[in-house]
């Protein structure tokens, strides 16, 4: 907003520039899309959260921006699929929550920029290797705008998105204990979270904030906020970014060095180990102003089905869809414009203009096949209903007794794991498929055809339709043989980091050869703490 240039107004003119002022900030912190326009709002209750459950995730009392604590990943009661989506609700609150005064920085600061969680650099290009980085002051890696194959989004007030990542303490120690081989699992019992716990604190003194979250990692999309006119309904944070200019006649961005400036979050990631799930819940949140929806249906309170039509792209508002977007043509929406190739970014189509995206498989569901085994066959009806539920149960409660917070701008997409904790195979349609040696062929649950709009934009398949194809989570976050207890090649973060201690401000280590780490990773490992597979897979190739 500008100030008046005037030094002397009269009252009425005061009174008008107070109006406006209070007009401006009401319109950076609203949304251009309400909750209810995403989520609809008459949906039957097939999965909530207890009132009195809910108010004892905030210790000093539900209110705008409270601390919230983690779910207890190692008492998990893995029980689908509502306690998976109840889980993902509370590690999304916690991981936003403005970070504690013991987690060492100041109250502006949230869960997971604190030092309790490490920055994951970009790949090094002579040895394919990832390091972990300290948070000094925040968050403290270079963030750069290339999604998993090299697409590049570009919103439509002209920002590129840029992405980052981050892992707890809990992962961290976890990786410097373990040897690559024989395969570790990610740690799911109070045994394996004790062994970790006792590395940290012998090797390094330090003790975990919340070791009950166990291992944890964070992959989100941020976008300038100085490109968004409310940018104060986003979740913001100053990183550092690469910075890129336009190549003069041809429709390249070329990387001039980095620069730090405000950044807005419209995207998350929320991955952890459970009681039960060595591979992981992998949960995804979107900004509400996001995209529109593709049709889908659900169930409303008097049990009817209803069919929503795609949102109207023509309204305007949407940060990665035109107002001109023609929603009846599925095929307009999802095209790659731009792609990366280090250290550039090269339009691919359209000169490199925003493209339109819409959310194919709007609550992570293929519209023909049902996602998991506890809703009805050739159907996602039921599924969708239990996602649009807990973002009403969430959303109710928070708008109700902490009205104005930030995270109500937000609603969870769906959560993907898999069956029995396997190693993750093709996504469930309609029934299970075994094999001859006791693994489900089709064993990822949940809403089995997860997609963000921010991060696998053009992974999502055409249309609403398995036909369509798109890429899941687990279709690349796969593990390499398969085995009833997934290992940690789940993780392209995990396999990418070489086994030496963290090198955090916070968490000085003393310095460990790799061998001693391994000595002492592979006497835990040959005393049964933790369990193993034979082989390793480095998995698919990531930015």
């Known amino acids: 907003m500008q100030k008046t240039g005037c030094?002397?107004?009269?009252?009425?003119?005061?009174v008008s520039a107070l109006l406006l002022s209070v007009a401006g900030a009401r319109a950076q912190n609203?949304?251009?899309?309400?909750f209810a326009e995403i989520v609809p709002s008459d949906g039957k209750a097939t999965c909530t959260v207890p009132q009195v459950t809910f108010d004892g995730w905030f210790p000093n009392g539900v209110s705008v921006n409270g601390a919230v604590t983690p779910a207890d990943s190692v008492d998990f009661s893995d029980d689908p699929n509502c306690d998976f989506y109840i889980w993902s609700e509370r590690m999304f609150l916690w991981l936003t929550s403005p970070a504690p005064a013991s987690y060492g920085f100041a109250a502006a600061t949230r869960i997971f920029e604190s030092k309790t969680f490490f920055d994951v650099s970009e790949r090094d290009p002579n040895t394919g290797l990832r390091s972990l980085i300290g948070h000094p002051s925040g968050p403290s890696n270079v963030w750069l705008p290339p999604q998993a194959f090299g697409e590049v989004l570009k919103t439509q007030t002209g920002s590129f998105v840029y992405y980052a990542r981050q892992v707890n303490d809990v992962f961290a120690y976890f990786r410097a204990l373990v040897p690559d081989n024989p395969k570790p699992v990610f740690p799911t019992t109070q045994s394996e979270l004790t062994a970790i716990e006792n590395f940290a604190q012998a090797q390094a003194a330090v003790t975990f904030a919340d070791p009950e979250a166990l291992a944890i990692e964070v992959k989100s999309a941020w976008v300038k906020a100085s490109t968004l006119s409310n940018a104060g309904s986003y979740i913001t944070t100053t990183a550092t970014i690469a910075k890129y200019f336009k190549v003069p006649f041809f429709d390249i961005w070329g990387r001039d060095g980095s620069e730090t400036v405000l950044m807005a979050m419209i995207g998350m990631h929320v991955v952890g180990s459970t009681k039960g799930h060595p591979e992981m819940i992998w949960a995804t949140f979107e900004h509400l102003d996001n995209a529109p929806n593709a049709t889908f249906t659900y169930r409303d309170a008097s049990n009817n089905v209803n069919t929503v039509a795609p949102e109207n792209p023509t309204q305007p508002g949407w940060l990665l869809c035109g107002?001109?977007?023609d929603s009846t043509v599925l095929g307009n929406f999802n095209i790659m414009n731009t792609n990366y190739i280090h250290p550039s970014i090269f339009?691919?189509?359209?000169?490199?203009?925003?493209?339109d995206t819409m959310r194919m498989k709007a609550w992570g569901g293929a519209s023909d096949f049902s996602p998991n085994p506890i809703s009805p066959l050739n159907s996602s009806t039921s599924s969708n209903t239990e996602i649009i539920s807990i973002n009403n149960s969430i959303?109710?409660?928070?708008?109700?007794?902490?009205?104005?917070?930030?995270?109500n701008n937000y609603f969870m997409v769906g959560a993907s794991w898999t069956a029995f904790g396997q190693s993750p195979t093709d996504p469930f349609k309609n029934s299970f498929t075994l094999d001859g040696n006791g693994i489900i062929l089709d064993n990822q649950v949940g809403t089995s055809k997860l997609?963000?709009?921010?991060?696998?934009?053009?992974e999502q398949g055409d249309d609403t339709t398995w036909a369509s194809g798109g890429q899941t989570c687990m279709d690349c976050h796969t593990d390499s043989p398969k085995a009833p207890q997934s290992g940690v090649t789940v993780s392209h973060v995990f396999t990418e980091l070489p086994q030496v201690a963290p090198p955090l401000p916070l968490h000085?280590?003393?310095s460990l050869s790799v061998t001693l780490l391994t000595a002492l990773g592979a006497g835990l490992l040959g005393a049964g703490v933790f369990s193993l597979s034979r082989h390793r897979k480095l998995g698919f190739d990531r930015p």
């Open 7 to 14: 030094r002397c107004v009269g009252a009425a003119t005061l």
């Open 30 to 34: 609203a949304t251009n899309h309400t």
């Open 323 to 325: 107002s001109g977007a």
């Open 347 to 355: 339009a691919t189509n359209d000169s490199g203009n925003p493209s």
């Open 395 to 407: 959303h109710g409660k928070m708008e109700a007794q902490a009205t104005g917070d930030v995270r």
């Open 451 to 458: 997609a963000n709009t921010t991060m696998e934009t053009y």
């Open 508 to 510: 000085p280590v003393p």
